[in-house]
T-cell receptor, first 114, second 113 residues
């Protein structure tokens, strides 16, 4: 069965610092991988996705993520965090050829200090 | 592109009452999903429609839950005889066939007292 692990429940960084949010997945083949962001009381916004090809993918708001098959990881990064990036971040996996339902991790809450 | 909309945004109900939520997907999207998100957790898949056909239901969807998508446009999710454990955010998402990118609505927050 597919699963997603986000080991960090809560991360605090200073504005301008770099950021890396961890995501590990369990799936028999190469899944489709996604990062979503959720602001308080809001729905989810797609930041970026990986389907195949180049393992470094660029997303919106200056985020990028790198797929590492050997580590079953899809970590999200940003070189310089802005206060507006404070939110909950969810990694998700989808199985190609399935109903395309997404399996989400439990999320990482990002807090940004000025 | 008006995005996915959900109505109502908030619903407070007493235990035992029935509630119904509505989701309007992006107009050209033929796939529609319902998820449930409880506090401190990621969204969990409930059910999926392709056009008007409900193709998959999670085991999370007890007999008290029913979803419809008449004519393959908007969808409704009904919960009968609500329980306190039903309190959650109910999220709707839609996508084009074979795009695998799901776009989420703002959610309906249900509180059962």
């Amino acid at each position: 069965a597919q699963s997603v692990t986000q080991p960090d429940i809560h991360i605090t960084v200073s504005e301008g610092a770099s950021l890396e949010l961890r995501c590990n997945y369990s799936y028999g083949a190469t899944p489709y991988l996604f990062w979503y962001v959720q602001s308080p009381g809001q729905g989810l916004q797609l930041l970026l996705k990986y389907f195949s090809g180049d393992t470094l993918v660029q997303g919106i708001k200056g985020f990028e993520a790198e797929f590492k098959r050997s580590q079953s990881s899809f970590n999200l990064r940003k070189p310089s965090v802005h206060w507006s990036d404070a939110a909950e971040y969810f990694c998700a996996v989808g199985a190609p050829g399935d109903t395309d339902k997404l399996i989400f991790g439990t999320g990482t809450r990002l807090q940004v200090f000025p | 592109d008006t995005g996915v909309s959900q109505d109502p945004r908030h619903k407070i109900t007493k235990r035992g009452q029935n509630v119904t939520f509505r989701c309007d997907p992006i107009s050209e999207h033929n796939r529609l999903y319902w998820y449930r998100q409880t506090l401190g957790q990621g969204p969990e898949f409930l059910t999926y429609f392709q056009n008007e056909a409900q193709l998959e239901k999670s085991r999370l969807l007890s007999d008290r839950f029913s979803a419809e998508r008449p004519k393959g446009s908007f969808s409704t999710l009904e919960i009968q005889r609500t329980e306190q454990g039903d309190s959650a955010m109910y999220l709707c998402a839609s996508s084009r066939a074979n795009s695998y990118e799901q776009y989420f609505g703002p959610g309906t927050r249900l509180t059962v007292t």
